[in-house]
């Protein structure tokens, strides 16, 4: 268990910031350091794998890598399959499931690829274990085996996780379109708010002025606190067999680092007071009520929290619910339940009135946030051109299946935008 191949996916986009995570958790670099796409792939021991596990705010799983090898049809899949010693990872006591996933595969069916690589599996315990094999269970399996193919190899890998990791086992109240802890982070890490190779975060205040159930607040107070992200939550490799309880209780115990001094103070709000209740209970079983100040009110109102800091926000767009600001438009009772019609609205499709929101918050920053930077993430590439600023840095980022980009707005007082693009 000493000469492991992990493979961690991860957003796309966030790949270099995972890969500098990874080195600060386990010290890797170079050849053993390798970032991919969607992903970063690290040579490592077992117990880095349980610490990236407990550590890692980016990573969506972290995966061990069992086998890879050429393919041509289905019955190639069984005998890479075949090949892999499964007894010396479960026993056929314990349930399992396999997750195939594929890129410019040749084979006509998943389905049959997956079916393949269950049957090998079944046949090798069959003959290890006296005729004996696991069952399958597709909800909640003992063991998740996921497989890879791409155009000419199959990669196989058994999961360390159990749950995605953006789980991190304090969300209980939520809205409609949570914002995953994972992509939080991300946009941490981007904004430069936090330096995920140092741990350190920006002497700075925090605000999300669109907070809803609290993930970016409550994300960015974890990481100021010294809270590993995985504190709160169990995972998959307590129910693999070289899962040693004692190894996991001293790495735990040994987890949460100091937070800094004078952490920093971080704030959020919500035009959905619903939604600021939601948040707050968070933030309690998250372990950042101290720090954390959550308070109900719109965004087109509310003041600045502090003199000067950094405002991270993820506004209603699209396919998430609108629960950003109303002020003056009569819809304040109706957020966190409205949808994508008020999404819409809010982006300026709809002639009610409703789809000014963007430049009046731009007018409300300019107004009375000078000195302030705005990390603002949207699919809509125009929202700038919406705001009447004019962005210093866009990063790509993915938000599920949704393309978005991280915009960041540099507040100045009056307009940002020369007066020709101002007036179009």
Request: a positive charge.
């Given at each position: 268990?000493n ?5 961690l996916?991860c ?7 995972l ?9 890797r670099a ?5 970032v991919?796409?969607g992903?970063?792939r690290v ?5 880095e ?26 019955n190639d ?6 090949g ?11 349930t399992?499931k396999i ?8 084979l ?8 393949r690589?269950k049957d090998a599996i079944a046949?090798?315990f ?7 094999r696991?069952?399958?269970e597709?909800q909640?399996?003992d ?17 360390t ?5 953006f789980?991190?086992g304090?969300?209980?109240d939520?809205?409609?379109?949570p914002?995953?802890e994972?992509?939080?982070a991300a946009?941490l890490a981007a904004?430069g708010w936090?330096?995920p ?7 700075a ?7 809803g ?6 994300e960015?107070?974890q990481i100021a606190l010294g ?12 129910k693999?067999?070289?899962?040693q309880?004692?190894v996991w209780d001293s790495i735990?115990?040994?987890a ?24 707050q209970r968070?933030?309690e079983?998250?372990?950042v009520?101290?720090a954390v100040?959550l308070?109900?009110?719109d ?11 950094v405002?991270v926000?993820?506004?209603?767009y699209?396919?998430r ?8 438009q ?6 966190g ?5 008020e999404?819409?609205?809010m982006q ?10 963007f430049?009046?918050?731009?007018t409300?920053w ?25 962005e210093s ?5 993915w938000n599920?299946p949704?393309e978005c980009?991280?915009f960041?707005f540099?507040?100045v007082a009056g ?5 020709k693009?101002?007036?179009?």
């Open positions: 268990m000469d492991l191949t992990l493979f996916p957003a796309a986009g966030v790949e270099d910031f890969a500098q995570e990874v080195h600060a958790i386990t010290g170079g050849d053993d350091l390798r991919l796409r992903g970063v040579r490592a021991q077992w117990r794998a349980l610490q990236l596990n407990l550590h890692s705010r980016l990573a969506q799983r972290v995966l061990i890598e069992l086998a890879r090898g050429q393919y041509r049809g289905e899949l069984y005998a890479i399959a075949s892999v010693a499964w007894e010396i990872w479960f026993t056929p006591r314990q399992f997750e195939t996933t594929a890129q410019h595969s040749p006509r069916s998943l389905n049959f690829a997956t079916l690589i046949d090798r069959r003959a290890k274990a006296g005729g004996v696991p069952s399958i597709t909640w399996p063991v998740r085996v996921f497989a890879h193919l791409d155009t000419e190899f199959c990669t196989l890998y058994i999961d996780s159990g749950e995605p990791l789980k991190r304090w969300r209980q939520k809205g409609d379109a914002l995953k994972t992509l939080a946009m904004s936090w330096n190779e140092t741990g350190e975060v920006a002497d205040p925090l605000y999300d002025p669109c907070c159930s609290g993930t970016i607040a409550i960015a107070a809270i590993p992200a995985g504190s709160l939550r169990r995972f998959g490799f307590e693999l067999l070289p899962f309880p004692h735990r115990a040994g949460q680092r100091a937070p800094q001094a004078d952490a920093v103070a971080v704030f959020g709000s919500d035009v959905s007071h619903r939604m600021v209740d939601f948040a968070n933030a079983r998250a372990g009520a101290d100040q308070r109900g009110g965004a087109l109102q509310r003041m600045p929290p502090a003199e000067s800091g405002i926000l993820n506004p209603p699209g396919e619910i609108a629960v950003g600001g109303f002020a003056g009569g819809h304040a009772g109706q957020a339940r409205t949808g994508a019609r999404a819409a609205q300026g499709d709809d002639a009610d009135g409703a789809g000014d929101f430049p009046r918050l731009a409300h300019k107004k009375n946030f000078p000195g302030w930077t705005a990390w603002v993430l949207t699919p809509d590439l125009k929202l700038p051109q919406r705001m009447r600023l004019k840095r866009r990063v790509p980022m599920g949704i980009r991280l960041r540099d507040m307009s940002a935008r020369a007066p693009e101002a007036g179009a």
